[in-house]
């Protein structure tokens, strides 16, 4: 499998779930600013869309949105219970992570990352921001993840959507839940492993 990714950006979480999976693949880097890979390759002419996570499987088929290729890739090691069983509550609930912190916490960042944007806006989008994640805080009080004691997809794409933002001012301090959960994210070795594989540690 090929990965298109781009450093820090919500490819970031497929990173992350492609190093606890365990599943061999290969990430290739698809900067979102200059969409020419390393190659001088136009990303464009791989995926039309131009953003990232792009996935390509063996066969060519493709996958381009963060929840699905998360879900895809759990379920292709179902022992390492990235994702509860299909059919199950429990995957319902998953997938209410994954759309909630897909559509409001991704896109309530997408204002404060777009260039032109009136500070007035801005400051609107923070503060929504900063009320859904409060809501998140709240809901992860006496858990270690998410989903409970387990790590799922759906911790891997709230810590890097949440660690977004120190790059645009939305403080999340003052959340200590989050807080704690985003140092237990941070000290997993696949996690480790793929900030340092896109280059954001040493």
Same mark, same amino acid.
């Given at each position: 499998?090929?990965?298109?990714?781009? #450093?820090?950006?919500?490819?970031?979480?497929?990173?992350?779930?492609?190093?606890?999976?365990?599943?061999?693949f290969e990430a290739i880097a698809a900067p979102t600013k200059t969409h020419k890979l390393a190659d001088g390759?136009?990303?464009?002419?791989?995926? #039309?869309?131009?953003?990232?996570?792009?996935?390509?499987?063996?066969?060519?088929?493709?996958?381009? @949105?963060?929840?699905?290729?998360?879900?895809?890739?759990?379920?292709?090691?179902?022992?390492?219970? +990235?994702?509860?069983?299909?059919?199950?509550?429990?995957?319902?609930?998953?997938?209410?992570? +994954?759309?909630?912190?897909?559509?409001? +916490?991704?896109?309530?960042?997408?204002?404060?990352?777009?260039?032109?944007?009136?500070? /007035?806006?801005?400051?609107?989008?923070?503060?929504? +921001?900063?009320?859904?994640?409060?809501?998140?805080?709240? @809901?992860?009080?006496?858990?270690?993840?998410?989903?409970?004691?387990?790590?799922?997809? *759906?911790?891997?794409?709230?810590?890097?959507?949440?660690?977004?933002?120190?790059?645009?001012?939305?403080?999340?301090?003052?959340?200590?839940?989050?807080?704690?959960?985003?140092?237990?994210?941070? *000290?997993? #070795?696949?996690?480790?492993? *793929?900030?340092? *594989? /896109?280059?954001?540690?040493?």
């Open positions: 499998m090929k990965l298109y990714y781009s #450093p820090g950006a919500c490819s970031l979480s497929t990173h992350i779930v492609f190093k606890e999976s365990g599943l061999a390759t136009d990303y464009y002419s791989i995926n #039309p869309l131009g953003y990232v996570p792009y996935l390509v499987l063996d066969d060519g088929r493709t996958l381009h @949105e963060v929840p699905a290729i998360l879900q895809y890739l759990a379920d292709q090691v179902p022992d390492k219970q +990235l994702a509860p069983a299909n059919g199950s509550w429990e995957r319902y609930k998953l997938q209410e992570w +994954l759309n909630t912190i897909g559509t409001e +916490l991704h896109k309530g960042f997408s204002p404060l990352f777009t260039p032109g944007m009136p500070t /007035e806006a801005k400051e609107m989008a923070k503060t929504r +921001l900063m009320s859904r994640l409060a809501w998140v805080d709240g @809901e992860l009080a006496g858990k270690t993840y998410l989903m409970g004691d387990t790590f799922t997809v *759906a911790d891997a794409y709230l810590f890097v959507v949440a660690g977004w933002g120190k790059h645009v001012g939305v403080d999340i301090s003052g959340l200590s839940h989050l807080g704690a959960f985003m140092a237990r994210v941070a *000290a997993r #070795p696949s996690v480790q492993d *793929a900030l340092r *594989a /896109e280059g954001l540690i040493k």
